[in-house]
């Protein structure tokens, strides 16, 4: 059997959940044959390259833009146009679908279903297509084509039901989870890790997320940080600060913590491929909300405070994750230092938000998703 697993580079949701397919697939279905594609790099690498520097740029820059983009592209001429270009590169795709011939196309991003899809519709290609939405709320762009696709695997019962209102039969309908890396369901020794990055076993530790490349909102972000920096002084808790790739958020990180000379309270980290590991010994994660970042918090069971949220998918994870008590959303006007004190000075409001997270936790996500796909294999 041929399996291919679509994504796309606009944000690294669509990758980490093709890449946790993929890992699985590869070690439990040893004899399928599987291969990995980034569709629209495939299709087009000059409207791959435009397209994705320009969504970075506008979550960066101009996040109200893509926030535009978003809603519009669910209706109207947007969703037009973004359906008929898409038609278009499928022809491409085409030619990679015939030499590859699969039997199955698992897609993590909604152009490469719809792609498939139109392909399906025209009778160019025959395989079950299995559509893997990646984030916490519906868009309507997931579910151009639904009549051809087999399969959609959501994050949640609402969504099912919204799919549901859309007329896409509920027997296609998946309430699994957004895949995950098994890395989120190993068992971890929290002494050895709390003594390699040097931090007490008596304190409680936030896991502070800076936005890594994109940098959104640093100036927020770093008042936000310092809030809980000072909040911390002189009390059982210690910060992981986690900068990602940003140069300048280090900097400005660092520089805060010289600021109170608190570095044996407070670490920072620059990209890190331990982030498993650290949520395994957090109490509190302090993040934007994209679709993966939320369900390795959910796994890990971790209560959220939000901050950031780029305009449309993430503002949607953030309402969704607020409104089910599981995160508090840090708005522009809010009072950070008030609300970080309302939170720790009454644990009942983190245990709570801690078991709602676990209702919602779906940790066996990726293996019921693979398990439905080729079970019977």
Not at 308 to 322: K, R
Not at 334 to 360: G, Q, T, V, Y
């Amino acid at each position: 059997m041929k399996v291919l697993i679509f994504y796309a580079s606009y944000g690294g949701g669509h990758l980490n959940a093709a890449k946790s397919i993929n890992e699985y697939i590869s070690e439990n279905f040893k004899s399928i044959d599987l291969e990995m594609i980034d569709c629209m790099k495939y299709v087009n690498k000059a409207i791959e390259k435009v397209t994705t520097t320009a969504y970075r740029e506008a979550a960066k820059k101009a996040p109200w833009v893509w926030g535009r983009i978003y809603t519009d592209s669910q209706k109207g001429p947007l969703a037009h146009i973004s359906s008929r270009s898409n038609k278009i590169l499928a022809i491409k795709l085409l030619r990679l679908l015939r030499e590859k011939q699969p039997d199955l196309i698992i897609s993590t991003h909604p152009f490469g279903s719809q792609m498939c899809s139109y392909l399906k519709r025209k009778n160019k290609i025959h395989a079950k297509i299995a559509t893997i939405m990646t984030d916490f709320a519906p868009h309507d762009q997931w579910l151009v084509g639904s009549d051809y696709t087999d399969y959609y695997f959501v994050a949640h019962d609402k969504m099912k039901d919204y799919l549901m209102k859309k007329n896409i039969d509920e027997s296609k309908i998946f309430v699994t989870g957004i895949p995950l890396s098994n890395r989120f369901l190993q068992t971890y020794d929290k002494g050895k890790i709390l003594k390699d990055f040097d931090l007490e076993e008596n304190k409680q530790t936030i896991l502070f997320f800076g936005g890594g490349e994109f940098g959104l909102g640093k100036t927020r972000t770093v008042e936000i940080f310092e809030n809980f920096v000072k909040y911390t002084l002189n009390k059982p808790i210690q910060i992981i600060g986690i900068a990602g790739k940003n140069e300048k958020m280090k900097n400005a990180f660092t520089s805060i913590v010289e600021k109170y000379n608190c570095e044996k309270n407070v670490k920072i980290l620059e990209f890190t491929n331990q982030v498993p590991e650290l949520m395994s010994i957090s109490n509190l994660v302090v993040t934007k909300p994209g679709g993966m970042t939320t369900t390795e918090s959910l796994a890990s069971h971790l209560p959220m405070i939000i901050i950031n949220p780029i305009p449309g998918q993430e503002e949607e994870n953030a309402q969704f994750l607020e409104s089910n008590n599981i995160a508090i959303w840090l708005k522009k006007n809010d009072n950070i230092e008030s609300i970080i004190d309302n939170l720790f000075a009454h644990p009942d409001i983190l245990e709570e938000m801690k078991m709602n997270s676990k209702i919602f936790a779906k940790p066996n996500s990726t293996q019921n998703i693979c398990e439905t796909l080729l079970g019977c294999q």
